[in-house]
């Protein structure tokens, strides 16, 4: 039975997002084609009925990735996204959580195509940041405005990153998560002389 283009592009787009998961959840290196398009439903050899490589595969499941993140986090109060990104729910949800966290560390040893996704990403999530810095934009220089959400952002990925290499029932995980829940709520708070 031949398949037709809506169909074929619907069956893209979900190997696209069954792909993030398990990326996300497994690591780049932690799932093969073979799973992945069994997982997705498909047989192996359709793989490349869809795409050229592996690569062009991790570049579009790492967008697929990011665009979740952001369109949950679309219209969400800063604080709010900060509470539930250093939780012990995102935590524990890898197959549905930052990418950024999940698999910046993989991304970091990809070609250059993937890391222009995790660049792009990355700027996506200052954009969700700028919001509580909007009134300062007069007061403050764009650059220090910038540089805060950066610093707010490392700190964020990197909390997460720290906590899930702890063991699960780990009260150092779950400290790190409230130390740095913490501080990033006191960051995102505008201070006209910071």
């Known amino acids: 039975m031949r398949v037709t283009k809506v169909q074929a592009q619907a069956n893209r787009a979900h190997i696209v997002e069954t792909a ?14 073979a799973e992945l398009m069994a997982v997705a439903g498909f ?10 490589s592996k690569a062009e595969l991790l570049a ?18 800063a604080s ?17 959580g930052c990418t950024m966290a999940a ?12 890391k222009m996704v995790f660049e792009t990403g990355l700027e996506s999530m200052l954009a969700t940041l700028a919001e509580p810095y909007a009134e300062l934009e007069g007061g403050q ?9 950066i610093e707010v952002i490392a700190q964020m990925v990197g909390a997460m990153v720290l ?10 995980a779950d400290e790190i ?5 913490a501080g990033v709520l006191s960051r995102l708070t505008p201070v006209e002389n910071a």
């Open 163 to 172: 906590s899930r290499a702890c063991p699960d029932g780990s009260p150092l």
């Open 60 to 77: 579009e499941a790492a967008a697929c990735g990011f665009a979740q993140s952001a369109a949950k986090a679309e219209g969400v109060d």
């Open 43 to 52: 047989t192996h050899g359709g793989f490349y009925k869809h795409f050229s």
């Open 177 to 181: 998560l409230e130390v740095c829940r």
């Open 20 to 33: 993030s998961a398990l990326f996300r959840e497994c690591g780049y290196d932690g799932v093969g084609i």
């Open 141 to 149: 220089a764009v650059d220090a405005l910038r540089a805060r959400r």
């Open 103 to 114: 698999l910046c560390t993989d991304a970091a040893r990809q070609p250059e195509p993937i």
């Open 80 to 96: 709010v996204v900060v509470k539930h990104y250093l939780s012990r729910k995102h935590r524990d949800a890898r197959d549905e």
